[in-house]
C-alpha cells in the first residue's frame, strides 16, 4: 500500500512535468515525450527517478536516466555509475552515463572545480537531450537545497532575484531552448529519506558532501544547525521568503515592463531613456528599468553590480547636464537634460 507521503512526491513529480493538468496525457497517445532524469544516485535524485518512472507512463513520458561521472572520487565515482546504471536496467528505463575529466577542465578555463563540474554536469544533460528529442531535464534540488542556496546568495549579497532561490520551471543553465524542473523544491531531505525506506531504495553516499572546505557544505553543516538553535523552523523559513520573493518579482517584472516599454526607446545598439520620465519613477523601478537596459543590450546582468546602478542613479537624479556615466566597463550612460541613453562600448 502506498502511504501519503510517497502518493505526494509522486503527484508533485507529475505535476511539475505536466504544467497543464487540464489537458491530461492518455498513455499511448503519440510517441510520447522524451523526459531527462539526472540521476547521481543520491537519495535525492534516486527518489526523483522512482516518482518520475511511476508516472510516466500516465503522462506518456519517455524517461532516460542520465548520469555524469565527474571523475574527482575514483574508484567511488565508478561505483555511483555502475549503481545507476544497474538502477535504470532493474526498471527497463534508457541510460546514458558520461565521464568527464573536472579537474583538467577546471584547471583549463581558470574556474573553480565546483564551477567546472557544474558546467560539465549541465553540458552533458543538454546534450543528452537533444540526442533524445527531450525538451524537459528533471533535477533533484529539494526544500533544504533551497534554504541553503537563499542563505547562501543572501551572505554573498544579492537583491530579489536571488531571494527567490531556485526556480521550479526554467531555462536549463547553458541551455535555454530547455526546461529545468525541480518537482521536489517543497520536498524536505527527511521526506526524501523516509521515501527510499518506504520503496526500499538503496542511494549511494557522496562523502564530498561533508567536506567542509565547501562554503555550500559549511552552510548545511556549521551555519544552519547555529541558526536553528534561533529558530528551529529557519529552513522553512528561508524556503518561505524564496516563494515571497518569487511572488513580488512578478509583480515588479510586469511593472517594469510597463514603465520600460513607456519611457525607453531601443534604437539598434543603443537604448534612449525619457529623463524626466524615469526621474518621476519610484527607486525600485528607477533600479529595475535601468537593469532591463542592460539585460536587452547584453543579454544577462553578470557583473552589474549594486554600487553602479546606485552611483548612476545618483547622477541622473542630480543636476547634472550633458555628460558619459560609465555604469559598466562595457557599458556606458550618455547623459543629455532630456534623456540618456545606455550603449555598448563595443558599439
Known sequence: MISNLVSRI??????????????????????????????????????????ALAVAPRLCLKPVIAHLDHGLRGEASRADAEFVRDFAQAHEVACVVQQADVRALAAERKVSIEVAARDARYGFLARTADQHNATLVALAHHADD???????????????????GMQPRSPLHGAPHLTAVRPLLRVTRADIEQYCRE?????????TNDELHHARNRIRHELLPVLEQYNPNI??????????????????????????????????????????????????????????????????LTNLGYA??????????????????ALMHDVRIAVTWRTFTLVRRSA
Request: charged share 30%; hydrophobic share 45%; net charge negative.
Open 10 to 51: 509522486r503527484f508533485d513529480v507529475e505535476r511539475a512535468v505536466n504544467p497543464h493538468p487540464s489537458l491530461p496525457r492518455k498513455a499511448g497517445e503519440g510517441k510520447g515525450e522524451g523526459l531527462i532524469l539526472a540521476v547521481s544516485g543520491g537519495a535525492d535524485s534516486l527518489c526523483l527517478a522512482d516518482a
Open 146 to 164: 533551497q534554504a541553503e542556496t537563499v542563505l547562501f546568495r543572501l551572505l554573498r549579497g544579492t537583491g530579489l532575484a536571488g531571494l527567490r
Open 199 to 207: 520503496c526500499h531504495l538503496q542511494p549511494r553516499h557522496d562523502a
Open 235 to 300: 529552513r522553512a523559513v528561508l524556503t518561505r521568503l524564496a516563494d515571497t520573493a518569487a511572488s513580488n518579482l512578478e509583480v515588479i517584472e510586469a511593472a517594469t515592463h510597463e514603465a520600460f516599454e513607456r519611457i525607453a526607446h531601443v534604437q539598434g545598439d543603443a537604448i534612449e531613456v525619457d529623463r524626466p520620465a524615469w526621474r518621476a519613477l519610484p527607486a525600485g523601478l528607477q533600479r529595475e528599468v535601468l537593469r532591463e537596459a542592460v539585460r536587452r543590450l547584453k543579454g544577462d
Open 308 to 325: 553602479a546602478v546606485e552611483e548612476a542613479r545618483d547622477v541622473l537624479n542630480s543636476d547634472a547636464g550633458a555628460g558619459e556615466i
